[in-house]
Nanobody
């Protein structure tokens, strides 16, 4: 199982970035996919998740209206479009999936990518 994030970088406040997470080693379309982030000195927090076929999404309050999660099951990829970025969005962003014992993932096991750093600064 591999989750590989990309798309992070340095951006000015008010700017935009699009993160991608390429998944392999399991049946991607079976699973809810999550984006987490961890800011310096803070705990990791759930930013957004998307249902297996993309029909349902949910966001933490601080990013509602600014971030959009989406997925392309044909490409085994989940995205996080981030707009109106703020300095407080600075964090390492991680892709995550929690296994349910089917389609290649162990029940209850969390799988993580290595993360991609987003820095929002002028």
């Amino acid at each position: 199982v591999q989750l590989v994030e990309s798309g992070g970088g340095l951006v000015q406040p008010g700017g935009s970035l699009r993160l991608s997470c390429a998944a392999s080693g399991f049946t991607f379309s079976t699973y809810v996919m999550n984006w987490y982030r961890q800011a310096p000195g803070k705990e990791r927090e759930l930013v957004a998740f998307i249902s297996s076929f993309g029909g349902s999404t949910k966001y933490t309050d601080s990013v509602k209206g600014r971030f959009t999660i989406s997925r392309d099951n044909a490409k085994n990829t989940v995205y996080l479009q981030m707009t109106s970025l703020k300095p407080e969005d600075t964090a390492v962003y991680y892709c995550n999936v929690r296994g349910k014992g089917v389609a290649g993932l162990r029940n209850g096991m969390d799988y993580w990518g290595k993360g991609t750093l987003v820095t929002v600064s002028s």
